[in-house]
């Protein structure tokens, strides 16, 4: 079986550039997973991005499969951007690494419209500890592999704050965006405050 891991890191490069740091993390009975990141350029020279690399060598398994298919599955990989110079963001890794490590760890398919949380803020004094999981497509496509193989999907990590991952639970992904975008949040900023929930 060839390894998609050189082919995901090429469409990352392609797409987002050439990283300027990478880090990697290995959690007990995993595969390694990489963080890559990749500085701001173009007309978002502010926007710092990164990057998991390694959570797309396996498909997802549904946790009540007996036996997890080694070759079918979704894969995904992880994508989360921020306004850089605003807060020590560079902190994000191990918690970034920690959830593309989710799958492996607690059978969990991560997908577009599921919350994740690490339980600690994703960087020093940052209001969030969760992100809710947007849909693929935009900053990067998707990866086609070849058959039987499901496409790598890399999808991008909204920062969540408590009271809005609560309120997502209640109401919804849909309903949560669409209250950003009413309220002109922007996503990007380390430090931003809740929307507005009432």
Request: aromatic letters at 4%.
């Given at each position: 079986?060839?390894?998609?891991?050189?082919?995901?890191?090429?469409?990352?490069?392609?797409?987002?550039?050439?990283?300027?740091?990478?880090?990697?993390?290995?959690?007990?009975?995993?595969?390694?997973?990489?963080?890559?990141?990749?500085?701001?350029?173009?007309?978002?020279?502010?926007?710092?991005?990164?990057?998991?690399?390694?959570?797309?060598?396996?498909?997802?398994?549904?946790?009540?499969?007996?036996?997890?298919?080694?070759?079918?599955?979704?894969?995904?990989?992880?994508?989360?951007?921020?306004?850089?110079?605003?807060?020590?963001?560079?902190?994000?890794?191990?918690?970034?690494?920690?959830?593309?490590?989710?799958?492996?760890?607690?059978?969990?398919?991560?997908?577009?419209?599921?919350?994740?949380?690490?339980?600690?803020?994703?960087?020093?004094?940052?209001?969030?500890?969760?992100?809710?999981?947007?849909?693929?497509?935009?900053?990067?496509?998707?990866?086609?592999?070849?058959?039987?193989?499901?496409?790598?999907?890399?999808?991008?990590?909204?920062?969540?704050?408590?009271?809005?991952?609560?309120?997502?639970?209640?109401?919804?992904?849909?309903?949560l965006q669409e209250r950003w975008l009413?309220?002109?949040?922007?996503?990007?900023?380390?430090?931003?405050?809740?929307?507005?929930?009432?």
């Amino acid at each position: 079986m060839a390894d998609v891991l050189p082919l995901v890191e090429a469409r990352l490069l392609s797409a987002l550039g050439e990283p300027d740091a990478r880090a990697a993390v290995t959690f007990l009975g995993t595969d390694r997973i990489e963080v890559l990141r990749f500085p701001g350029g173009g007309q978002e020279g502010d926007v710092v991005r990164y990057a998991t690399l390694g959570m797309s060598s396996q498909p997802m398994a549904d946790p009540t499969a007996v036996l997890a298919d080694p070759v079918q599955g979704p894969r995904a990989e992880l994508v989360l951007s921020v306004r850089a110079g605003l807060a020590d963001t560079d902190k994000v890794l191990r918690p970034l690494a920690v959830l593309a490590a989710s799958p492996q760890v607690e059978g969990v398919v991560v997908a577009p419209g599921a919350s994740l949380d690490v339980g600690e803020p994703l960087w020093p004094g940052a209001p969030f500890t969760s992100v809710l999981v947007a849909e693929p497509g935009g900053l990067v496509e998707d990866l086609e592999l070849d058959a039987p193989l499901d496409a790598v999907r890399f999808l991008p990590l909204l920062p969540m704050t408590q009271n809005e991952a609560a309120w997502k639970r209640v109401h919804g992904a849909q309903a949560l965006q669409e209250r950003w975008l009413t309220h002109g949040t922007d996503l990007r900023d380390p430090s931003r405050r809740s929307v507005p929930l009432e």
